[in-house]
């Protein structure tokens, strides 16, 4: 699977050994300390064009918020569900979810990283899911 073109170029975090994806990549900032995802090489928060830091973000988080959509999209079989997850670096990241079958979602679950196939336009592509 992690031979697919990510979903966007630079979203995940790789071992600088072995090269295999270890989770989500995202920026630090050397100015205000704030922390973006997706990487940005400038600043959401003060602008700064100084080259941030690259961290990895927490594998795990708690879901802040959710919904379930019943309405087909293209590539994606309803239902299915997408929210927020906010993880320890202070930031609140999109996501879909996967609950454990027959386990119904709720805000404040733990959910765990994991990869997972994207369909995108003509292509599939690899992508993340939080999950249960
Ligand atoms: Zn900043």
Same mark, same amino acid.
């Given at each position: 699977?992690?031979?697919?073109?990510?979903?966007?170029?630079?979203?995940?975090?790789? *071992?600088?050994? +072995?090269?295999?994806?270890?989770?989500?990549?995202?920026?630090? !900032?050397?100015? !205000?300390?704030?922390?973006?995802?997706?990487? +940005?090489?400038? !600043?959401?928060? !003060?602008? $700064?064009?100084?080259?941030?830091?690259?961290?990895?973000?927490?594998? $795990?988080?708690?879901?802040?918020?959710?919904?379930?959509?019943? +309405?087909?999209?293209?590539?994606?079989?309803?239902?299915?569900?997408?929210?927020?997850? *906010?993880?320890?670096?202070?930031?609140?990241?999109?996501?879909?979810?996967?609950?454990?079958?027959?386990?119904?979602?709720?805000?404040?679950?733990?959910?765990?990283?994991?990869?997972?196939?994207?369909?995108?336009? +003509?292509?599939?592509?690899?992508?993340?899911?939080?999950?249960?």
């Amino acid at each position: 699977m992690t031979n697919l073109t990510p979903l966007v170029h630079g979203l995940f975090a790789t *071992d600088k050994v +072995s090269g295999e994806i270890v989770g989500l990549r995202a920026s630090r !900032c050397h100015t !205000c300390s704030d922390v973006s995802f997706p990487y +940005s090489i400038r !600043c959401p928060n !003060c602008a $700064s064009t100084v080259e941030p830091g690259e961290i990895l973000l927490s594998r $795990s988080g708690t879901v802040f918020e959710f919904t379930t959509v019943y +309405s087909p999209a293209p590539g994606f079989v309803p239902p299915y569900t997408v929210g927020y997850v *906010d993880l320890d670096e202070g930031i609140r990241v999109y996501s879909q979810f996967e609950a454990a079958e027959g386990k119904p979602l709720h805000e404040g679950d733990v959910v765990h990283f994991a990869l997972k196939e994207i369909p995108f336009l +003509s292509e599939t592509r690899l992508g993340y899911v939080f999950k249960t």
